[in-house]
Structures are given as structure tokens and as C-alpha cells.
């Protein structure tokens, strides 16, 4: 493997453990059993956050069965794996460390057949009973159920008690949204409990990586999420150049990162428009509407798609940018920063929107911290955690990225977040305009003439993005893992809504906007 000669202690983890070619810092370690739940616990008792948890079945190439998980700590991302006996292929729980670590659990036991030891909740999670073979396991020869199967019936916790009733919703929705199922005890119109299943919209992604050539996984995970795009499409990129230490030119660099927060942008202005026309105001929808609509268009004269898919590209970016371009985009920020602020006022002086935003959807620093609520939902309850400032890579290690927070934690705070992120991105946009650097926009990549492993950590408009890449002997791809910040905040959703009335749910849920397809795979 690529790893660096000499384990370096990491002092959080009282670990000795190999640093990663990489842009950020991550390190990586095998463990035993009693390591992989010291190390948990030691991460949460300093205040670092679980990313994610995926397994890897490395038998095909005659290697081991493995339980993974990635760490966020004061020094970087840390990735550990604790090799597992293939027989029994079970892990010590890490829910008790971190709440968030339920659901990855299991969809490992589902996708990989790993299983955590003693846990409270072992029910399927993306497998709805119609899968005939964990897709991941070695050997395996998946197949779906025959056609007209119905899934299996999921249970459902029940709240039981006078009055209280269920109002079952989806997974079809009214909308264009993807399928979810929402299961609500309610008393009256009161929210007691909210139970979600997902799994839905499970595509088959991280087995379908396996039969591609790393250097067309790009493309796989450019369509992970399509409102993230560029993100994912950086994180594989970034995780595969790190592999096979490909450095990036960086004129592509800075491109990258202008992909990134028009990307921000597009998706905060969106969120701007709905949450207004959730909370009954239709103006606020039409106006950040056509902002963004404007703002896709230009995109894709820019760098040929509305949503910059594919643009970013191992080794660089499929596209450069002339100085014409670079200053339509600027000129662009700024008269999207004018009516953005004017539309701000509109929306803080709105005394019906700001009666349906305020203490809707509260989700306490405290609580948030405890459940692991993430990325942009988690900075608007003052869980202050953004890439581009604490593990600032290039070229943002270039710019103070002021980092927008809040501590009330309702739909009104994260609102407020939306507008600040995106008063900061374009202003990071502008600078990176005036100071692209010149040279070339993308380098050559030679594949690692030996087994090697990279990872890719880039924080996306919704939170961190996490791609984890493992290559073979032979140039192809034994694993490649994917992590949506929506894992983290799917649950804390349930929280958030208890106590709410059941029509205030749309505007809660729209306030978190998350990912469906990036969370099922």
C-alpha cells in the first residue's frame, strides 16, 4: 500500500498511524478489536465527529474481510480499519460512541453482510427485503426479486396512548422529491414521533464502481447526487490523485474550488426560494427562482452544463476559462449580492415568514452535538465545523473563509446561514476570478504499480463530502466508498420535528434539504 514509511502518534487517539498522501491531512491504521472502540470513544470524549463507517471485502484478491470508519480530530481525518473474521465478519457497535453510527451499521450488514455486535436496532435499512445476496460480499451474485415482489413490511416503531394516530407519507410524494417514507404519531395535529424509511432509490453505486476503470469513476461519482456534483466528483478525484500522488496543476485547483461555490450558490438560492414559498410567500419563490435560474444558465455557457457535471476530471478540469468568462462570473456576483441582499431584507421584515420560520424545527446546539448533526444544518445550531477553514487545502488554504454560524437551531437560523454562505461565496468566487493562476488545467495520471488507497474530503454545499478509493495490484478499483452528510442529519430530522405541527413538517424537512440519493447508493 501507498502509505507513508513511519507511523506518526497522533496524540487524540493515543495511535501511532501512517499519513496519506493527501491534500488535507488523513492518516490511516489498522486496529485491533479493544483499539477500534478506544479509538471511538477517545474521538468523541475530544470533541471529533464520526464521518462515516463502510466495510471491504478485499477476498477476490486473495486480502482480508475489514470494518472501516473515518474520524474527524483536531489533526485531520483519521481511517481505520479492524480486520474481521470472514466466517463471522461481526464488529464491536460504535452507537455508543456516536448516535449517527446506527444507520451505517446497518447498511453495512446490508450492502457488505458486516455486522456490529449487540445492537439495539438490527433491522435492514437500505435492503427492504428484496435482495437475494449482501451486493458487496465476495461471491456474491445479487439478484433482485421477481418482478411484481412487494418489500418485505418494515416495523415500524408504534407510540400507543389516547388520541394518538399515524399519518403515513410517501414514499410517493405530491412533489418531484425523491422516495421517502415518513411515518408520523401524532396527537391532533401534534408531531410525537417521527419514524423515516429510506432506501429507496438505491441504485447499486458502490458495486458498480468495482466494474469501472478508476479513471471513469469520476463520471459514477459526479451522479451520486446530482445537486452535489462537483463535490463528489472533486472527493473521488481527489481521493484517486492521492492514490496513485498525481499532483493537480493549480490553475485546475482554483477552477475546482470556483466550481464548488457556484455550486454552493445555486443550491443555497434554491432553498431560499422554496423555504419562502413553503412559509407562504409566493414572491420569495418566483424572485430567487429566477436568480438561479439565471445563475444555472450561465453555468452551462461557462462550462457546459447547468449543473457542471463532469467538469471536474481526474488530474484537473475538462474545461478552462477565459478572461471574458472569468468576468461575466464576477460581474454576475455582484448583481446576485445586490437583489440577494435586498431580498434578505424582504424576508427578515415579513412578519408571517418570520412567524413560520421562528422555533420551527429547533434543534439545540446540545442535542446536535449529541446526534452528530453536520455541515450546513449543523453550523446553523453552532456546531461550527467547515473544511475550508479548519483543514483549509488548496487553494482555499489562500483565502480566510469566514465561517457562517448560528446557535438557535430552528429554520429561521439556518435561513440566515443560506444567506451568509452565500454572501461569502461570492466573494470567494470573485477572488478566484481575479486570481486564477495561469498554466495548465489538468495533469496526466499513471496508475500506482502497487495496491494503494486515497481519500477525498471536500465540504459540499449540504456538509462534508467523504470518498474513500482502494486500488488493486492491477490498476482497478477493490472499493470505492461514498458518504453523503446526509447520513448524519436524516435522523436528527426525526428530532427536530417533534413537538411541531404536522403542516409546519414540509418547511422543517425543506430547511435541512436532504439527500436522498446520495444517502441510498
Not at 498511524?17 to 468523541?44: F, I, K, N, S
Not at 486570481?435 to 494503494?452: C, N, Q, T
Request: charge should be negative.
Amino acid at each position: 500500500m501507498n502509505d507513508a514509511s513511519d507511523p506518526i502518534p497522533l496524540p487524540t487517539l493515543g495511535l501511532a498511524l501512517r499519513r496519506l498522501p493527501a491534500p488535507l491531512p488523513v492518516w490511516h491504521g489498522r486496529v485491533d478489536r479493544a483499539q477500534w472502540t478506544g479509538a471511538a470513544q477517545a474521538v468523541a470524549a475530544s470533541g471529533g465527529r464520526l464521518v462515516s463507517m463502510w466495510g471491504i471485502d478485499r477476498r477476490a484478491a486473495g486480502g482480508d474481510v475489514a470494518a472501516c470508519a473515518a474520524f474527524a480530530v483536531l489533526e485531520g481525518l483519521v481511517w481505520l480499519e479492524l480486520a474481521l473474521d470472514a466466517a463471522d465478519a461481526s464488529f464491536p457497535d460504535l452507537a455508543g460512541s456516536f448516535a449517527c453510527a446506527g444507520r451505517m451499521q446497518r447498511a453495512m450488514a446490508d450492502l457488505s453482510g458486516l455486522r456490529a455486535e449487540g445492537v439495539d436496532d438490527a433491522r435492514p435499512w437500505l435492503d427492504h427485503g428484496l435482495w437475494s445476496a449482501p451486493p458487496l460480499q465476495h461471491g456474491a451474485a445479487p439478484a433482485g426479486a421477481p418482478a411484481g415482489t412487494l418489500p418485505a413490511d418494515y416495523p415500524f416503531v408504534r407510540v400507543d396512548g389516547d388520541g394518538v394516530h399515524e399519518i403515513a407519507v410517501g414514499p410517493v410524494h405530491a412533489g418531484i422529491i425523491e422516495p421517502g417514507h415518513f411515518r408520523f404519531s401524532v396527537v391532533g395535529e401534534k408531531v410525537l414521533r417521527l419514524e423515516q424509511h429510506l432506501g429507496y432509490t438505491h441504485k447499486g453505486i458502490e458495486r458498480r464502481f468495482t466494474e469501472l476503470a478508476p479513471l471513469d469513476g469520476a463520471r459514477l461519482a459526479g451522479r451520486v447526487s446530482g445537486d452535489s456534483t462537483v463535490a463528489y466528483a472533486w472527493a473521488y478525484c481527489m481521493a484517486l490523485e492521492s492514490a496513485w500522488r498525481c499532483p493537480v496543476p493549480p490553475r485546475a485547483q482554483w477552477l475546482r474550488a470556483l466550481l464548488l461555490e457556484r455550486e454552493r450558490v445555486a443550491n443555497h438560492l434554491g432553498d431560499l426560494g422554496a423555504l419562502g414559498n413553503d412559509a407562504g410567500l409566493g414572491f420569495g419563490l418566483a424572485q430567487f427562482s429566477r436568480l438561479r435560474e439565471d445563475w444555472q444558465r450561465l453555468s452551462a455557457d461557462a462550462f457546459g452544463h447547468r449543473l457542471m457535471m463532469d467538469v471536474v476530471v481526474p488530474g484537473g478540469t475538462a474545461v478552462d476559462a477565459t478572461r471574458a468568462t472569468l468576468d461575466r462570473l464576477r460581474l454576475q456576483c455582484d448583481a446576485v449580492e445586490r437583489e440577494l441582499r435586498t431580498l434578505r431584507v424582504a424576508y427578515d421584515e415579513h412578519a408571517g415568514l418570520q412567524d413560520r420560520f421562528l422555533g420551527a424545527g429547533c434543534v439545540a446546539p446540545a442535542l446536535a452535538a449529541q446526534l452528530g448533526l453536520t455541515g450546513m444544518a449543523g453550523r446553523a445550531s453552532a456546531q461550527a465545523f467547515d473544511l475550508r477553514c479548519d483543514h483549509a487545502w488548496a487553494p482555499y488554504d489562500a483565502f480566510a473563509v469566514a465561517m457562517a454560524t448560528q446557535r438557535n437551531g430552528d429554520v429561521a437560523a439556518r435561513v440566515a446561514l443560506r444567506f451568509d454562505e452565500t454572501v461569502e461565496a461570492l466573494r470567494l468566487i470573485r477572488a478566484l476570478c481575479g486570481g486564477l493562476p495561469p498554466g495548465a488545467v489538468r495533469a496526466g495520471l499513471v496508475p500506482a504499480p502497487e495496491a494503494a488507497r486515497g481519500i477525498g474530503w471536500v465540504e459540499g454545499w449540504r456538509g462534508e463530502i467523504l470518498v474513500a478509493l482502494e486500488t488493486g495490484a492491477d490498476g482497478g478499483t477493490v472499493r470505492c466508498h461514498c458518504h453523503d452528510p446526509s447520513w448524519q442529519n436524516w435522523p436528527v430530522l426525526e428530532h427536530a420535528v417533534i413537538g411541531n405541527i404536522v403542516p409546519d413538517f414540509p418547511l422543517i424537512n425543506k430547511s435541512f434539504n436532504l439527500s436522498y440519493s446520495g444517502h441510498d447508493l
